[in-house]
């Protein structure tokens, strides 16, 4: 079983930026494919960013450019950089973790492909 823990979510205005960290325990292994998805109110939940076993990113189209998902793997943290925040970037935001390796280049791979979730942490952009 792997745990996961989100943090670092809150309040920004449109152009600010926030970073948001997620730290495994339990039965971890730093080369599995980890990534980040969110979901707003009344939408489904979407793939955000996803780190592969290589440490190469992948990222959702209206995220690119402003997003940068990386790892600490001594850490077993994972974070979320996000920038030129916009008011449709506002969710809750989820860190997903699976029990295998993967290996893609700007391609996400959907929610069903994770084996563990973090609760989430709500992320608010006003304009």
């Known amino acids: 079983q792997v745990r996961l823990v989100e943090s670092g979510g809150g309040s920004a205005q449109a152009g600010g930026s926030l970073r948001l960290s997620c730290t495994a325990s339990?039965?971890?292994?730093?080369?599995?494919?980890m990534g980040w998805f969110r979901q707003a109110p009344g939408k489904e939940r979407e793939g955000v960013a996803l780190?592969?076993?290589?440490?190469?990113?992948s990222y959702a189209g209206p995220v690119k450019g402003r997003f940068t998902i990386s790892e600490d793997k001594p850490k077993t943290t994972l974070y979320l950089q996000m920038s030129s925040l916009k008011p449709e970037d506002t969710a809750v935001y989820y860190c997903?973790?699976?029990?295998?390796?993967?290996?893609?280049?700007?391609?996400?791979?959907?929610?069903?492909?994770?084996?563990?979730w973090g609760q989430g942490t709500q992320v608010t952009v006003s304009s």
């Open positions: 339990g039965d971890t292994n730093t080369e599995y494919c």
């Open positions: 780190i592969d076993s290589d440490g190469d990113p």
């Open positions: 997903a973790a699976m029990s295998r390796m993967c290996f893609r280049r700007d391609e996400l791979l959907p929610s069903s492909e994770y084996d563990y």
